[in-house]
């Protein structure tokens, strides 16, 4: 790819993905696998399964690229297909009520991925484990906002909810993981 | 404000989005409040440890899959896409256009013979369009199936009148294997009854008849027309020792209105 695609934006490129010029994808799948995967991991801890959940969120960007049209953004759109891919691999799984997820699955994903010192490593099995504790719409607002950085008018869109409903379950995650988290650190 | 009402100051403060006069507010506030300041202080620990955490990393394959992957749909799609062209291919083009031609002229039948739609002719078409209805209703004719005989003689009915169509309808109201087929020439027939030739035809018809159904309807057609000329026809048939009843009856109440 020429330095014009690197001043291409998101929309820009998958409208040519939906003209049948596939191997722009590409682009795409560079700007953004890794939120993909982490947003899946967030939720799994799990790489294999989140390696196969991404993979299925980027075929289904191909599948239906035609459904995406001029006037769209591009990221609410590959979130909501993530989502939906996130939910259907819940379905399937069943795993409706997410505490059935180990806390020692957390710690073993940390083990292979944090090459850090060992005071960052707890803090952050503590904020996994905490993560883990809250309701399964909690921890999906934070992955976004906190972790993903995604901008609440964006999630907004992703989850068709208005941007005040957003800020409104923000706030009242966050609370929840302060409480839990600090809660652990007296234990 | 209350507390509660600062902690959302609090949350939104870390996010960056509270306005200079908000932040002072929460400055005031957070001096004399130390249940707030904590809260702050968490917060603020919660954010860092959030921000410092790591970005998981997938293996190398992953990408590699997903290029494969593009690889494959492409060829998919540019196999597809010349399939298509494949189909456009000269051996096809006789039958295309044989379908066309099939197609515009149903739609050109279509047209004329759907009374409801709007009367939209233009001129130089129209003859065309008859010329061409024409062949139909004559091939239609010759069909094996009677109820394709049957479907020319309808769209015989409403054409408009021309020699050839009355000649093809006189044939087969007369010769006709079907009764049903000629039932309904002697009913399409009746719509050029103007035709003196027609009239003619209809008597001359009856002679031939054996079928009672096509004789009570001739009969009824011709009483219709005051048609003196049948009553000749009629007392011979009469005569005639098979006669149906039903016909019979019909002939003597014809008679009593001709006469």
């Known amino acids: ?187 | 404000m209350n507390c509660i009402e600062f902690e959302g100051l609090i949350v939104e403060y870390i996010n960056g989005s509270l306005s200079d006069e908000e932040k002072q507010i929460l400055d005031n506030h957070l001096e004399s409040c130390s249940n707030c300041k904590r809260a702050f202080e968490q917060y603020a620990e919660l954010e860092i440890n959030i921000k410092d955490s790591h970005q998981f990393l997938p293996d190398d394959s992953l990408k590699s899959n997903f290029i494969q992957h593009i690889e494959k749909e492409t060829k998919a799609i540019k196999k597809q896409k010349s399939s298509i062209h494949l189909v456009i291919e000269k051996k096809h083009i006789k039958s295309i256009m044989r379908y066309a031609a099939i197609l515009l002229i149903g739609f050109l039948i279509g047209n004329v013979i759907n009374k409801q739609k709007s009367n939209v002719e233009i001129t130089g078409l129209k003859q065309e369009v008859d010329a061409t209805k024409n062949l139909v209703i004559m091939s239609l004719l010759e069909s094996n199936s009677a109820s394709n005989r049957i479907k020319a003689v309808g769209y015989s009915s409403e054409a408009t009148y021309n020699e050839e169509i009355i000649k093809a309808l006189l044939v087969t109201l007369n010769n006709d294997k079907n009764v049903n087929v000629r039932l309904a020439a002697a009913n399409a027939l009746y719509n050029f009854k103007d035709d003196k030739s027609v009239k003619e035809s209809f008597i001359q018809s009856l002679r031939h008849q054996t079928d009672p159904r096509l004789q009570i309807r001739l009969i009824d057609i011709l009483v219709e027309f005051k048609d003196e000329n049948a009553i000749p026809e009629m007392f011979k048939m009469l005569q005639e020792n098979e006669l149906n009843e039903t016909v019979k009856y019909k002939i003597e109440e014809g008679l009593g209105v001709l006469l």
């Open chain 1, 1 to 187: 790819m020429s330095k014009e695609s690197k001043r291409m934006n998101d929309e820009t490129i998958m409208l040519r993905v939906a003209n049948d010029e596939l191997s722009f994808a590409t682009l795409l799948f560079e700007r953004y696998n890794l939120l993909m995967f982490n947003y899946f991991m967030r939720n799994t801890y799990n790489k294999m399964t989140s390696q196969d959940l991404t993979q299925n969120v980027f075929y289904r960007l191909i599948k239906y690229r035609k459904s995406f049209k001029e006037d769209y953004s591009f990221k609410p759109w590959i979130y909501r297909i993530s989502r939906n891919v996130y939910i259907d691999y819940l379905k399937e799984e069943n795993k409706i009520n997410t505490n059935d997820i180990e806390e020692k699955q957390v710690a073993d994903n940390l083990d292979e991925n944090i090459i850090e010192k060992t005071e960052k490593k707890e803090t952050e099995i503590k904020l996994n484990q905490a993560l883990l504790k809250l309701s399964t719409t909690d921890r999906e607002i934070l992955i976004l906002s906190k972790f993903q950085n995604v901008k609440y008018q964006e999630i907004a869109e992703m989850l068709d909810l208005t941007e005040s409903a957003v800020k409104v379950k923000v706030h009242r995650a966050i609370k929840k993981l302060r409480e839990v988290y600090f809660k652990l650190e007296k234990v």
